[in-house]
T-cell receptor, first 112, second 109 residues
Framework: EAQVTQNPRYLITVTGKKLTVTCSQN?????MSWYRQDPGLGLRQIYY???????DKGDVPEGYKVSRKEKRNFPLILESPSPNQTSLYFC???????????FGPGTRLTVT | QKEVEQNSGPLSVPEGAIASLNCTYS??????FFWYRQYSGKSPELIMF????GDKEDGRFTAQLNKASQYVSLLIRDSQPSDSATYLC?????????FGAGTILRVKS
């Protein structure tokens, strides 16, 4: 089954404690992306990757890091989380130039 | 900053009516336009995409694009209660995808 998986699905953490949210896709997609979704603001792109070792900033990259060492994986790293990073995070993937982005199930992060 | 604007709603329509959802975007250079549907607590799923001016139909859904007015819309015919969701307009700018905040649609039976 074609899918994008994210882990963990729910996470409560404290300010400053480094965390990683994993994302993996099994469709051999070149393009992967991370979004955060906040009430009234919709989905905002954090980082995206066009292929292995190729990443670029989206609209809200501050406080986040990513890496793309393998085609299937695109982890999101919060080196020092802060309460304003409390949000719902989605990973997505698509084929290069393809119209459809496949979204993962989401990770709800709370930073206290 | 590239912007995509949507009326947040909620838009309430009776079952069987036509629901009309609208979206405007700021950059005339945009080439690709998308409508995603998101049920509460779920991830977005693509329902329509359109690249050229005019209408594109797929079942009960019609996407309309007017590049001169920087306007894209989604019509849902014969609306059903199962269409109740948040509809997200998205515009591709180069390698980035920018989403509107979404319009909540409620279809009342």
């Amino acid at each position: 089954e074609a899918q994008v998986t994210q882990n963990p699905r729910y996470l409560i953490t404290v300010t400053g404690k480094k965390l990683t949210v994993t994302c993996s896709q099994n469709m051999n997609h070149e393009y992967m992306s991370w979004y955060r979704q906040d009430p009234g603001l919709g989905l905002r792109q954090i980082y995206y990757s066009m292929n292995v070792e190729v990443t670029d900033k989206g609209d809200v990259p501050e406080g986040y890091k990513v890496s793309r060492k393998e085609k299937r994986n695109f982890p999101l790293i919060l080196e020092s989380p802060s309460p304003n990073q409390t949000s719902l995070y989605f990973c997505a993937s698509s084929s290069e130039g393809g119209p459809k982005q496949y979204f993962g199930p989401g990770t709800r992060l709370t930073v206290t | 900053q590239k912007e995509v604007e949507q009326n947040s709603g909620p838009l309430s329509v009776p079952e069987g009516a036509i629901a009309s959802l609208n979206c405007t975007y700021s950059d005339r250079g945009s080439q690709s336009f998308f409508w995603y549907r998101q049920y509460s607590g779920k991830s977005p799923e693509l329902i329509m995409f359109i690249y050229s001016n005019g209408d594109k139909e797929d079942g009960r859904f019609t996407a309309q694009l007017n590049k001169a007015s920087q306007y894209v819309s989604l019509l849902i015919r014969d609306s059903q209660p199962s269409d109740s969701a948040t509809y997200l307009c998205a515009v591709r700018y180069g390698n980035k995808l920018v989403f509107g905040a979404g319009t909540i649609l409620r279809v009342k039976s």
